[in-house]
């Protein structure tokens, strides 16, 4: 099993800039296919980002798409995702997820507890 911990969420403007970490405990991070997912208020949880296990393959959803990057190091069993030109639609928890598969998808089964990013107009 692997446990995820989100963080450096916070309140920045519109065009600004957020960097948010996911920490995994244990020695098997690098097993794991990893991305982000967010959750705005009254709606449904979706995709934004996913990288597979040894960071060569990234994908991401449109509505991020050259705005986000999301990156990974194994060594320190540690996902990122580097927000850019934030808007205030952006606003969101933002929940990083694991799987053994190739890919996260909303079925996966490992979740952290959520950080929320809100973007003020």
Do not use: H
């Not at 996913?50 to 990057?69: D, E, L, P, Q």
């Not at 996902?79 to 799987?99: F, I, R, W």
């Amino acid at each position: 099993q692997v446990q995820l911990v989100e963080s450096g969420g916070g309140v920045v403007q519109a065009g600004g800039s957020l960097r948010l970490s996911c920490a995994a405990s244990g020695r098997t991070f690098s097993t794991y296919a990893m991305g982000w997912f967010r959750q705005a208020p009254g709606k449904e949880r979706t995709f934004v980002a996913a990288i597979t296990r040894s960071g060569g393959n990234t994908v991401y959803a449109g509505s991020v798409k050259g705005r986000f990057t999301i990156s990974r190091d194994n060594a320190k069993n540690t996902l990122y995702l580097q927000m850019n030109s934030l808007k205030p639609e952006d606003t969101a928890v933002y929940y990083c997820a694991a799987d053994r598969g190739l890919v996260v998808t909303s079925r996966s089964d490992y979740w952290g507890q959520g950080t929320q990013g809100t973007v003020s107009s």
